[in-house]
């Protein structure tokens, strides 16, 4: 300890760092105002709802049976959750109640005082067109061969659209749904299935979740299906996909059974309810989406034999699976939380990678994880894992609770060991299971299990904004016999200022490989490590353990030989350097790596490294590789490298890729988007034919489109015109759409995109905003402006608002940058001036 104002402090020698809270930056708007989770009055023990769906109409009937305890003495009303509906009734037993409702709020009065903890049971006769929560999916002129369906989406807060109730995480009930449907419908929901019996037009169906849950996973899914069913330990699985489509159910379901039992294994804690039911339905506005019981799944993942070369749905299904455990049994407190059920979801996903494919493929996800991380971190902002700090819930589901909180959790693992790890998840689980729980509570577990403090961990990694970056430098003396390495760690200023963390370097010479693990914990450290021979490779994180960014200061010959060393995380850094050096050597090593590295991952970064590299030797090399290459996803890479060159060599090898039948659908849709890339004359005919083909998700129509708006020519542009109208599938008119913004000279590209912004389809509205922030046109700020007031999708009213803001910073740049260039002109002229007078008054002289 210091003393403070000691005459002898050593000023000078030591650096002083200023542990400062890091919000980050950007993810705040200044009207923004912190979340506390909700306290109620009353506690839910039981939902019960009777719905009658009226297709056509898009219309509910509903009576909404509430049981509920009160949590303190005199209480005299109850407030609910219920967004748009008419409230035609509200009863206790045979008694009516008054109530108040403002179309968001129902307030309910008792006429009586009820005392703590006294049980209340109220029913709710309403009924709602509903614009949120449950969707109507119906067949239309434009869109005739639609199957009709009806399907639910209630996190975040969206099930009060269709249901009044409590709806906010921080309270668990068990929940009955009994909903009547026409014949041909056949109907999920939460739990089991106890009845189904015919009455009148209408099929009733009566479903009963007998754990509780967050309300917000309460769903239902309708409409016609072909369903299968099988069992794993007791576990009845159902898979359902849009009817005529049975066929598809095995390729995206069939490790299901692998999938439920490996995370039972791991975590000590067998799967929490009786069945499991995926449902597969369309234009579903998420990936999916984990209801207790009931995950709800968007058909997109549904896919042919062909696509099966190089897509497929584990990582989904792993997701959601994940989530019946973290999500489901134990719930976040509240949406500041929410890493809780995603980091843990997409962590578990990873795992099952690991499980199933091995450690090379989970470390390159978990590469992925922080590639996707770090995009949203430059492209658009920072903040802390865990920020109350919002205006929607659904802003908090980003690339910082899911990618980079599951990057958080890999290295916690790593620090306390995989064995305490498994014991963490195990014991937070049996803690709060039918529960909910905050980042603290799950702290508290870490703590209890390895027995020490574990705040600096937090503090660093959830509870402020950033990451890690070390800049690493490394020198080998042969006198001393001693390799010197000097860390640095050089993150931004909205990150934590000193990272303290665990890294591992193995360093091979002649004589063998040397591992040390070294905590780093200062803003600069030097480290030696003694060897006898000359350092032939030096790993820095060989096994990827820790999340940090690390730049590594090899030369190029240093550079080539970690291309070959043996931990596939060094490979791939070293492939992603290389693609800085233009010389002779790294085209060498690189193409080396792309045709016979034993990991596909390494070469299709060795791919991507020779299309940022550029130069004739590389496209040599990539063309090289193309001919003898068969792994699909290295050859998407070499497709998306050959579009860096505008040569017709590249794009003759494109074409015949794009027009080969046998080829993965994925390569052919990203050699049509290097086509056009490379602005071949003969482009246009090709793509054009190309956006005919039939393919999973019409991805090559949509990668041809791509193309065509790279392309940027007239012929194109109509072209791509064409497939932003209504009939077309959503996938390809939203591509077409984003497409439209590579014309903005054209008049009627700001109309099209205008017009989608107000598109029903969330899918088209979230279109028109890519589509302006491409273009970064002040024209289209009214558009956003709009969007970001009053769109109904939340997701799109933030990145609208992101997008516009970022148009003005630009165009307040240009400003500046004007003014600037007036006041260099005016000083100038005055500097004329002055020299004019200058020379008179010399000639007067
Ligand atoms: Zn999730």
Same mark, same amino acid.
């Given at each position: 300890m210091i003393e403070f104002?000691?005459?002898?402090?050593?000023?000078?020698l030591e650096v002083l760092c200023v542990y400062i809270k890091k919000h980050g930056r950007?993810?705040?708007?200044?009207d923004y105002k912190p979340n506390y989770p909700r306290s109620p009055n009353f506690r839910l023990e039981h939902v019960r709802v009777e719905l009658k769906l009226y297709i056509h109409e898009k219309r509910i009937e509903g009576r909404a049976t509430l049981k509920l305890k009160s949590?303190?003495?005199?209480?005299?009303y109850i407030n609910l959750d219920a967004v748009d509906m008419t409230i035609k009734k509200v009863m206790e037993g045979e008694k009516e109640l008054d109530y108040s409702y403002d179309g968001s709020k129902l307030t309910i009065f008792l006429d009586r005082k009820l005392e703590a903890d006294e049980e209340l049971k109220i029913t709710i006769d309403y009924e709602a067109k509903p614009k949120k929560g449950l969707y109507f999916v119906l067949p239309s002129k434009?869109?005739?061969?639609v199957i009709p369906q009806v399907w639910s989406q209630g996190?975040?807060?969206?099930?009060r659209y269709w249901i009044p109730l409590y709806d906010y995480p921080n309270m668990k009930c068990t929940s009955e749904l009994i909903v009547y449907a026409p014949k041909d419908f056949v109907v999920f929901a939460n739990g089991r299935m106890v009845s189904t019996r015919e009455s009148g037009e209408w099929k009733v169906w009566h479903w009963v979740m007998d754990k509780p849950h967050s309300t917000y996973l309460i769903a239902l899914a309708a409409g016609q299906f072909d369903v299968e069913e099988e069992e794993v330990d007791g576990i009845k699985l159902v898979y359902a996909v849009p009817?005529?489509?049975?066929?598809?159910i095995k390729r995206s379901f069939s490790r299901t059974p692998d999938i439920i039992k490996f995370f039972s294994e791991y975590t000590g804690?067998?799967?929490?309810?009786d069945n499991y039911k995926q449902i597969c339905v369309s234009? +579903?506005? &998420?990936?999916?989406m984990e209801n207790t019981t009931i995950t709800i799944l968007m058909d997109y993942t549904l896919h042919d034999e062909k696509a099966h070369m190089d897509y497929e749905s584990e990582p989904l299904v792993a997701h959601e699976a994940a989530h019946q455990w973290f999500g489901d049994l134990v719930t976040t407190k509240d949406w500041a939380n929410i890493w809780l059920n995603e980091s843990f979801a997409t962590y578990m996903e990873a795992l099952y990678t690991r499980h199933w494919k091995g450690e090379e493929e989970f470390i390159y996800e978990m590469i992925k994880n922080m590639d996707a991380y770090l995009r949203e971190y430059s492209m658009r902002y920072s903040r802390p894992?865990?920020?109350?700090? +919002?205006? &929607?819930?659904?802003?908090?589901?980003d690339a910082h609770s899911y990618p980079k909180g599951a990057l958080v959790l890999h290295t916690l693992k790593s620090i306390i060991g995989e064995d305490r790890f498994r014991e963490v998840l195990k014991r937070f689980l049996n803690k709060f299971k039918f529960g909910n729980a905050d980042t603290e509570d799950f702290r508290k577990v870490v703590e209890e299990v390895i027995?020490?403090?574990f705040e600096w961990f937090f503090d660093q990694?959830?509870?402020?904004?950033g990451h890690p970056k070390l800049t690493i430098n490394y020198s080998y003396d042969a006198e001393s016999k001693m390799l010197k390495i000097s860390i640095k760690?050089?993150?931004?200023?909205?990150?934590?200022?000193v990272y303290r963390i665990p890294i591992e370097i193995r360093v091979k010479t002649k004589e063998g490989v040397v591992e040390r693990m070294f905590w780093i914990s200062e803003k600069e450290q030097t480290f030696y490590i003694p060897t006898e021979e000359k350092v032939e490779s030096i790993c820095v994180d060989p096994k990827f353990k820790v999340f940090a960014v690390l730049e590594i200061k090899h030369v190029l010959e240093q550079l080539i030989r970690e291309l070959e060393c043996d931990s596939v995380y060094c490979r791939i850094l070293a492939a992603r350097a290389l693609s800085k050096h233009k010389s002779s050597k790294a085209i060498e090593a690189l193409k080396k790596a792309l045709m016979t590295d034993k990991f596909w991952g390494v070469s299709a970064e060795s791919a991507l490294a020779l299309g940022k590299i550029g130069t004739e030797e590389a496209l040599e090399a990539l063309i090289e590789a193309e001919s003898k290459v068969t792994h699909p996803k290295v050859r998407r890479a070499i497709a998306k490298a050959l579009g860096e060159f505008r040569e017709e060599k590249a794009a003759e090898i494109l074409a015949k890729i794009l027009e080969?039948?046998?080829?993965?659908y994925y390569v052919r849709s990203e050699a049509a988007t290097s086509l056009g890339k490379t602005?071949?004359?003969k482009a246009q005919k090709y793509l054009t034919k190309a956006l005919k083909v039939s393919s999973h998700n019409d991805v090559i129509t949509r990668g041809a489109l791509s193309g065509l708006a790279e392309l940027g020519t007239d012929g194109a542009f109509e072209k791509i015109k064409e497939y932003t109208?209504?009939?077309?599938?959503t996938l390809v008119r939203a591509t077409a759409i984003v497409a439209l913004?590579?014309?903005?000279?054209?008049?009627e590209a700001f109309d099209i995109i205008i017009t989608a912004s107000k598109d029903e389809n969330f899918r088209i509205r979230y279109a028109a905003v890519m589509a302006a922030e491409e273009m970064?046109?002040?024209?289209?700020l009214p558009m956003l402006d709009r969007i970001a007031s009053e769109d109904l999708d939340e997701r799109l009213r933030r990145r609208a608002r992101e997008v516009a803001r970022k148009i003005r910073k630009h165009l307040e740049k240009g400003t500046e940058y004007k003014k600037l260039r007036e006041e260099i002109e005016k000083i100038k002229e005055e500097n004329r001036k002055l020299l004019d007078r200058l020379a008179r008054m010399e000639t007067k002289s």
């Open positions: 104002l000691s005459p002898f402090f050593p000023i000078g950007d993810f705040e708007f200044p949590m303190k003495k005199n209480l005299t434009k869109y005739p061969n996190e975040t807060e969206d099930n009817k005529g489509r049975r066929d598809y804690v067998p799967y929490p309810w234009e +579903f506005i &998420y990936g999916g894992i865990v920020t109350r700090v +919002f205006k &929607y819930s659904s802003e908090v589901f027995g020490e403090d990694y959830v509870y402020n904004a760690q050089t993150q931004g200023d909205d990150c934590w200022d080969n039948d046998e080829e993965s602005k071949w004359e109208k209504p009939g077309k599938s913004a590579k014309f903005p000279e054209k008049r970064m046109s002040p024209k289209l």
